[in-house]
Structure formats: C-alpha cells, structure tokens
C-alpha cells in the first residue's frame, strides 16, 4: 500500500490533530525537505522573557531534513536559525518537538540534539499500529510501515496483512 498526500493535504491533517501550531507559517516542500517560518512567540509554553525577545526579532527560519530509513528507523533532522541573530537554537526545539511528541505511545517516536539540529527518530514496527488505526479498512490488520519520505509530497509505503 502506498499514501501519498500533498504537503498542504499534510498541513491541513497535522494542524487538525493539533500536531502543528498556527505559530508554523510559510511552509514550502522540495526534494526530501520542508521549510516553514515559525513565529515562537506565539508557540504554547514559551517563557515570557523567550517570548518577548522572539516578538521583537521576527520569525525563525525552520527546515526539517529527511535523512531516509536506516534499519526500521526513520530520521528526519530539524534546523531552526534566526536571519538576524545568529545562535543554536536546537535545545529549544527540541524541547518543544518532545513536547509534542508525547502525544504519540511510547517508544514511537524519540528526539535528541545533534551537532546544532533536532533530531527525531521514528520507529518504523510502533508506527505501523498506529498507521492501521487511522485507516478504517486496516484496523483489522497488521500494518508494516516499510518507508516514509518528506518533502513537497508525504509518501507512506506499507504493506498490510
């Protein structure tokens, strides 16, 4: 089985299960990569000091890098930067993508910081159950998710059965 959904087809699902905040503008897809402007002040949970120097500076510059399946483990990388004002700013965006991320069961999905990005590893055996349950006709039946791409098109490659 194979989805594909277009990148705005994505946003529109993601920011319905509350998955991306409003804060996410401008969100453009290439060749395995998605770039957005992120507004932090307007994020949830940001401290006040945090949220009114990020007011003043405008919205940071977000691309989530798809680095491919490695195993049964899929990694994308995230690298915030401000135009302006020059710093690492993946502590921060890790903190928020883990945040996030405990929506999800455990084991699913983890995040860590490397080298100035934010990187999120999907486990492809905890992802494929939760893939069967969001398709009706598959909620019967074990669902192996084989590969996963980002970019201007979000494609899930499965196979059921």
Same mark, same amino acid.
């Given at each position: 089985?194979?989805?594909?959904?277009?990148?705005?087809?994505?946003?529109?699902?993601?920011?319905?299960?509350?998955?991306?905040?409003?804060?996410?503008?401008?969100?453009?897809?290439?060749?395995?990569?998605?770039?957005?402007? %992120?507004?932090?002040?307007?994020?949830?949970?940001?401290?006040?000091?945090?949220?009114?120097?990020?007011?003043?500076?405008?919205?940071?510059?977000?691309?989530?890098?798809?680095?491919?399946?490695?195993?049964?483990?899929?990694?994308?990388?995230?690298?915030?930067?401000?135009? %302006?004002?020059?710093?690492?700013?993946?502590?921060?965006?890790?903190?928020?993508?883990?945040?996030?991320?405990?929506?999800?069961?455990?084991?699913?999905?983890?995040?860590?910081?490397?080298?100035?990005?934010?990187?999120?590893?999907?486990?492809?055996?905890? +992802?494929?159950?939760?893939?069967?349950?969001?398709?009706?006709?598959?909620?019967?039946?074990?669902?192996?998710?084989?590969?996963?791409?980002?970019?201007?098109?979000?494609? +899930?490659?499965?196979?059921?059965?």
């Amino acid at each position: 089985m194979e989805l594909t959904l277009g990148l705005d087809e994505a946003l529109t699902l993601a920011r319905a299960a509350d998955a991306i905040p409003s804060a996410v503008t401008d969100v453009r897809g290439g060749d395995r990569l998605v770039q957005a402007q %992120v507004k932090v002040h307007e994020l949830p949970g940001v401290p006040g000091a945090v949220r009114m120097a990020t007011r003043l500076a405008g919205p940071v510059d977000v691309r989530v890098e798809d680095r491919g399946v490695t195993g049964r483990t899929w990694s994308v990388a995230i690298v915030a930067s401000h135009p %302006v004002l020059r710093m690492d700013l993946s502590g921060f965006v890790t903190d928020a993508v883990r945040g996030q991320l405990v929506k999800l069961p455990p084991g699913v999905a983890t995040v860590h910081t490397q080298e100035g990005a934010t990187v999120v590893e999907v486990d492809l055996d905890r +992802l494929g159950p939760l893939v069967g349950e969001a398709l009706p006709a598959a909620r019967a039946l074990p669902v192996r998710v084989d590969d996963l791409t980002l970019g201007d098109r979000l494609r +899930l490659t499965a196979t059921v059965g």
